[in-house]
């Protein structure tokens, strides 16, 4: 993988990281509610969208980092080198940006329900999807063509 792309695709990861730590105060602010004895029955709902979010974050940023890292070692033709990075950049900030949208909002990106929240994190979900995927074929195909020595 070309280093700019390596070097920005980690950066890249290195910023939906910091904004799932980000989304862990609000998780952890719902931790504490959630303890009260006087918690809402709602704040489990709460309590799951912002663990879904932190999550997101933390974990697609090392996804990306990881990324790019493999994407270093193998040998990619510049269509996979794109796909790589542009479809973990995709898959990152959408998964970060939907479940943390889910989670202020109280929807959970399931389906099209109209015009509403709900379904602007099921479409903003539905590109990340098809970004991880695009990025994993791309590394799976360097990956083989690496091993037999291309």
Do not use: C
Not at 15 to 33: E, H, K, Q
Not at 67 to 73: I, L
Not at 76 to 104: E, P
């Amino acid at each position: 993988m070309e280093k700019r792309l390596q070097a920005l695709l980690i950066a890249q990861g290195a910023l939906v990281l910091l904004a799932g730590f980000a989304a862990g105060m609000p998780y952890a602010s719902t931790v504490l509610a959630s303890l009260a004895p006087d918690a809402p029955a709602t704040v489990g709902e709460q309590l799951r969208a912002w663990h879904m979010a932190h999550l997101e974050g933390v974990l697609n940023g090392m996804l990306m980092i990881a990324g790019a890292a493999a994407g270093g070692a193998l040998t990619l033709s510049r269509g996979q080198q794109r796909a790589v990075y542009w479809g973990l950049v995709v898959a990152g900030w959408t998964n970060i940006v939907a479940s943390t949208v889910s989670a202020m909002t109280g929807g959970r990106g399931t389906g099209i329900t109209g015009f509403d929240w709900n379904t602007f994190d099921f479409l903003v979900f539905m590109a990340g999807i098809a970004g991880a995927v695009a990025a994993a074929i791309a590394l799976a195909m360097g990956g083989l063509r690496t091993a037999r020595g291309g």
